[in-house]
């Protein structure tokens, strides 16, 4: 069993950047892979991009303007969010599964509640 728990959202102008915080349990947090996704109102849960010990994958969306990381010490992974969009908005939501990464949210059986993050133009 993974508890996830996520910090850091917030409401910032376009431009700005905020880092995301996934706190998580268990002493087995290296062999998962982490994902963040996002969901906004009335749209589906979408992918932004996830993490194990090897490898990195990220939406096209958020390519080049995200950066997500993992510090196995602090069994935490991260989300630095630069150049933020009115369009990155929505509730972003740490996810975990044991294995490789995946950009398919039924693949993740571990969720945390989500944080709000909020772009005004």
């Known amino acids: 069993q993974v508890q996830l728990v996520e910090s850091g959202g917030g409401l910032v102008q376009a431009g700005d950047s905020l880092r995301l915080s996934c706190a998580a349990s268990?002493?087995?947090?290296?062999?998962?892979?982490m994902g963040w996704f996002r969901q906004a109102p009335g749209k589906e849960r979408e992918f932004v991009a996830a993490?194990?010990?090897?490898?990195?994958m990220y939406s096209d969306s958020v390519k080049g303007r995200f950066t997500i990381s993992r510090d196995a010490a602090k069994n935490t992974v991260y989300l630095q969010m630069n150049s933020l969009k009115p369009e990155d908005t929505g509730v972003y939501y740490c996810?975990?599964?044991?294995?490789?990464?995946?950009?398919?949210?039924?693949?993740?059986?571990?969720w945390g509640q989500g944080t709000q993050v909020t772009v005004s133009s």
């Open positions: 268990g002493r087995t947090f290296s062999r998962y892979a």
């Open positions: 993490v194990t010990r090897f490898t990195w």
């Open positions: 996810a975990a599964r044991d294995g490789i990464a995946s950009r398919e949210k039924g693949q993740y059986p571990y």
